[in-house]
């Protein structure tokens, strides 16, 4: 949230008459009454929510459309898949293991890609057929753009704010920066990803591919404010070493995970 905050700061100050920024929005099933210590909460952390939404006991998924909602995090799992399967960009938080340094000014945001910022279509060839089938569609396809996936919106978002500071020559000092933490191979299956960016008219600041390789130690050097994935084996890989993830739950992996 700090973060967010010095992002809103800075485009304040390159742009005083526009409100295109980070809105924040705290959402709570709790009573009105609890109110008073949540907003004495907020103000020791010096940090500035103006919106409160107190359900009184029911889910506030509802409210999240009415509030134009471009992301939603909570560490109910329920209510994640709820929004998720609203249509919502959603994820369930972990707090990290152990604590780390962030950056305070510049938000870093780390994301997977297949079943996060693109459709789990490649991912359902890996658990259905293997990776020998999955490298082989990968370069059939390489031109044929991905489906975008849950939080493909959110990328967008970001990248609009981006631009605002491109235009006052701020590139170099953007206080947004994105990354790409992928398992893909970047010879064998990356082109499409990247392809699929450009067809997007999406930029991405870092693209990682791993192929196969742990994320967790990467993720230590990016040290982002938060990492989404959509598979909880990353997830816990994360954790151990201090970042912050947050579970997608979308995609043919839930199906594994829950089995297993």
């Not at 990247?194 to 990682?208: F, M, P, V, Y």
Request: charged fraction near 25%; charge should be negative.
């Amino acid at each position: 949230l700090q973060a967010l905050e010095h992002v809103n700061a800075r485009l304040l100050e390159l742009y005083p008459d526009d409100e295109e920024r980070f809105d924040i929005v705290l959402m709570t099933n709790n009573h009105a009454q609890v109110g008073v210590r949540l907003i004495n909460s907020i103000n020791h952390y010096g940090l500035t929510i103006e919106r409160f939404c107190m359900t009184g006991g029911k889910s506030p998924i509802g409210y999240l459309t009415a509030y134009l909602t471009n992301l939603y995090l909570s560490a109910d799992s329920e209510k994640v898949q709820e929004a998720i399967e609203a249509g919502i960009a959603s994820a369930t938080m972990f707090t990290a293991n152990k604590e780390v340094a962030y950056s305070d000014t510049q938000l870093r945001v780390a994301f997977d890609g297949d079943a996060v910022l693109f459709s789990d279509e490649s991912e359902q060839i890996v658990k259905e057929q293997g990776l020998d089938r999955f490298f082989e569609h990968e370069q059939l396809n390489e031109n044929k753009p991905l489906a975008q996936g849950p939080l493909k919106g959110f990328l967008e978002d970001l990248g609009k704010l981006q631009k605002k500071f491109y235009a006052k020559n701020e590139r170099l000092n953007c206080p947004i920066r994105t990354f790409l933490v992928t398992a893909r191979s970047a010879a064998s299956s990356g082109a499409r990803v990247l392809k699929t960016l450009r067809s997007w008219g999406l930029e991405i600041d870092e693209a990682l591919f791993l192929a196969g390789a742990p994320k967790g130690p990467i993720l230590v050097k990016i040290r982002p404010h938060i990492f989404f994935d959509d598979q909880m084996f990353h997830i816990e890989g994360a954790q151990k070493l201090g970042t912050i993830a947050a579970h997608v739950p979308y995609g043919i992996a839930q199906k594994y995970h829950k089995s297993a």
